[in-house]
């Protein structure tokens, strides 16, 4: 029986416990949603530091420093040499190898400070970025605050830092030995590429945490699927191409020809084969190198403008914003690149072209979800 109500309440109102004991929501809400905001910052702040990363491992190679540090010791090399015996025995072993033998002999002490402390803040950002992810997974894991389906998923970014790890090594060691003034160019491109597929992670899962289960499953019914494949491949290509920048990062070969749109004032530049065996050519010979990267730059921003003009005809006005700003950031990444060969690849304009690729598959990520997960909107085109 209820109690007692006022004269004044309105007809049909529900009593205060009634409206309490209403279910707030579905099924899919019932599930385990944990902290779901919480992470999103945790991943956010981690997304921070792979960018840090990323600019900190350029501005290293553009100083030559990648090779002042020829040991790996992943616990004890955390603390740098502490006093005059310890840098001269650091020291002694950076003379020992090629680069300082070929190209660096007598060298001073404090030059060899300066490189071994851009290497050495490239290794230590590379611990703190481990402890962070390490602090934060358990913590979530331990509150049992991560979302069901979750766990993998954030356990994959530890494995994958970890092994990043390794293969910075694996690069660094290349350049030790014979007579090899830097590191292989193709274990660059592995360490670099790896960055990037850890950062696009990280992205993917910032937007998707963004977002509740029971908008995304709905988002799902209408995905727009031909659009998401274009997406999808090019995506698939700024990689590449992504890839064959770290080539051409490796080599110097955005310091020589430093013309444009022509290579010594041909299509082709001089002797792209000269190098023995062949193969060895796409890999080490800077203007072969520096040609297909412009090759594929121009591909990128051609088939970069047909997924632009696909993207026209859909009827979401969040995706065809998000894929307005791929193309912006398309033209703008070529110019960049355009601007780093003709001032012969200063670090000033190396870097920018670096963050520009950083920020251009951020972007094509973020596209590549939102045709996959539309945002829903009202007739009038305003967000729900």
């Known amino acids: 029986m209820s109690g007692k109500r006022s004269i004044f ?38 997304f921070a530091l792979v960018l840090v990363m990323i600019v900190v491992g350029g501005l290293t190679r553009l100083t030559d420093s990648g090779l002042s540090i020829t040991e790996w010791r992943p616990v004890t090399g955390a603390l740098p040499p502490m006093d005059a015996a310890s840098w001269q025995a650091e020291f002694e072993k950076y003379q020992a190898i090629p680069e300082y033998q070929l190209q660096n ?37 331990a509150a049992r605050q991560i979302p069901r389906g979750w766990t993998a998923r954030l356990a994959l970014l530890g494995v994958l830092g970890g092994a990043q790890g390794a293969i910075g090594w694996w690069m660094v060691s290349s350049g030790l030995g014979g007579e090899r003034l830097d590191v292989a160019s193709y ?96 890999f080490e010979n800077d203007g072969l190198v520096q040609f297909i990267h412009r090759m594929v730059g121009y591909l990128l921003l051609a088939f970069g403008i047909h997924v632009w003009v696909r993207s026209r005809r859909s009827p979401n006005g969040q995706t065809r914003f998000r894929f307005n700003a791929v193309l912006a950031m398309l033209v703008l990444q070529m110019v960049l690149g355009i601007a780093t060969v003709l001032y012969g690849a200063p670090w000033q304009a190396a870097i920018l072209h670096q963050i520009g690729a950083v920020a251009l598959w951020v972007l094509l990520l973020r596209a590549r979800f939102v045709a996959q997960f539309p945002i829903f909107q009202s007739v009038r085109g305003t967000v729900r």
């Open 9 to 46: 309440e309105e007809v049909g109102a529900e009593p205060a416990k009634a409206r309490a004991a209403l279910p707030k929501g579905g099924m899919i809400d019932a599930g385990k949603r944990g902290a779901r905001g919480g992470i999103r910052l945790w991943l956010m702040l981690l």
């Open 105 to 141: 002999k007598g060298m001073s002490l404090a030059e060899f400070q300066f490189i071994y402390w851009w290497e050495w803040g490239h290794r230590q950002l590379g611990r703190v970025i481990g402890l962070v992810w390490a602090l934060g997974f358990l913590g979530f894991l």
């Open 187 to 282: 274990r660059l491109a592995t360490h670099l590429g790896l960055a990037f597929v850890i950062l696009g992670l990280i992205a993917w899962y910032v937007f998707a945490l963004g977002r509740d289960e029971r908008e995304m499953l709905q988002a799902r019914r209408a995905r727009e699927t031909g659009l998401a494949r274009l997406a999808t491949a090019l995506a698939a290509l700024a990689f590449v191409q992504i890839l064959i920048g770290a080539l051409v990062a490796g080599i110097d070969a955005g310091r020589n020809y430093t013309d444009w749109p022509l290579m010594a004032g041909a299509f082709l530049p001089p002797t792209p084969f000269e190098i023995e065996p062949l193969w060895r050519n796409f």
